[in-house]
């Protein structure tokens, strides 16, 4: 049961934050390996961006991915919130004392997120392709035409094979468990601090949605150089020209450092606060107040 309600709380929570993911794909493909002053620029911000993908691609264009992202949520959920859950459980993210251990709380969070990472690896390659193919006119990155999850599972098997859903697997572990590791650790540490101040003592769903906002906003500056790496990486595909433009991680954020600056490895950071903030928040209350319900089911 703790692996289920960790899938819904995640699904449920991808439904609504989709077309923040669509935006934040496309200014991170936008201008890749140019510096400021090559770059045409196409997207000159969060809602900008939004706009012009309603205007060219219509309202659908917002929800491209939606399918990968809804499973992409439910099993990279299920697998890390399951396995934190299971180690708050048996006390094994406090110290003697009885406290958050912020070492332990790591620990657990980063091999949840580190198993259901690589797991989704296939999904999150389709789903960032998807999400990146657009009208020609604001077409950003190397284009990819899919009708569907299916339909991009089956391109990529006949053009790349097996090696096609590994691609940026090297940054997906990494990332998915900095992420899962930083959010479950702030957000148990923020919910233990708010409670030793006497704070939302009489209401788990106030206690829950604070900690979240609190969380959302620590993931967001640490994930976000590794979130634009990993977009690159899903999406840059089989080799061009006998060359691939990044060859793993360290050589992504090394090459969009020297060419893109520092802004280069932040692009995106807005959508990306956008998408991670209610998606922190959505995703955590719905599973702090589904496992409080389900405990007190056991108690009663």
């Known amino acids: 049961m703790d692996f289920i309600i960790g899938g819904l709380a995640g699904a449920g929570a991808s439904a609504f934050t989709t ?11 936008q201008g890749e390996l140019q510096s400021s002053s090559e770059t045409k620029t196409k997207y000159r911000g969060t809602f900008h961006a939004m706009y012009v993908i309603v205007m060219k691609d219509g309202i659908k264009g917002l929800q491209k991915g939606l399918a990968p992202a809804l499973i992409l949520g439910f099993v990279v959920n299920s697998v890390r919130l399951g396995i934190y859950h299971i180690a ?7 110290n003697k004392n009885g406290d ?3 070492d332990k709380a790591i620990f657990w969070s ?25 009208h020609p006119s604001i077409a950003v990155g190397r284009q990819y035409k899919y009708n569907g999850l299916c339909d991009g599972f089956i391109k990529i098997f006949k053009s790349e094979g097996i090696k096609g859903f590994v691609a940026g697997i090297s940054v997906t572990g990494p990332r998915v468990a900095i992420g899962s ?17 006497g704070m939302c003592n009489s209401s788990p769903f106030a206690l829950a949605f604070a900690a979240s906002a609190v969380s959302g906003i620590v993931i967001v500056l640490t994930v976000c150089p590794i979130d634009v790496a990993a977009i690159r990486l899903y999406n840059q595909g089989p080799a061009q020209n006998g060359k691939l433009l990044y060859t793993g991680i360290v050589d992504c954020i090394t090459k969009i450092y020297r060419t893109e600056g520092l802004h280069g490895l932040y692009k995106g950071v807005g959508p990306l606060y956008l998408k991670l903030a209610p998606h922190t928040t959505i995703s955590l209350v719905i599973w702090d107040v589904l496992n409080n319900f389900l405990q007190r089911n056991k108690t009663s």
């Open 181 to 197: 590791a930083t959010q479950l650790t702030t957000f148990s540490k923020a919910k233990e601090m708010l409670l030793s101040h």
């Open 110 to 134: 980063g091999i949840g997120g580190l198993l259901g990472g690589i797991i989704c690896n296939p999904l999150l390659v389709i789903r960032t392709r998807l999400q990146s193919n657009a």
């Open 19 to 29: 077309p923040m993911d669509v935006v934040k794909t496309r200014l991170q493909l």
């Open 100 to 102: 958050i251990s912020v």
């Open 88 to 94: 708050e459980v048996h006390g094994w993210t406090k």
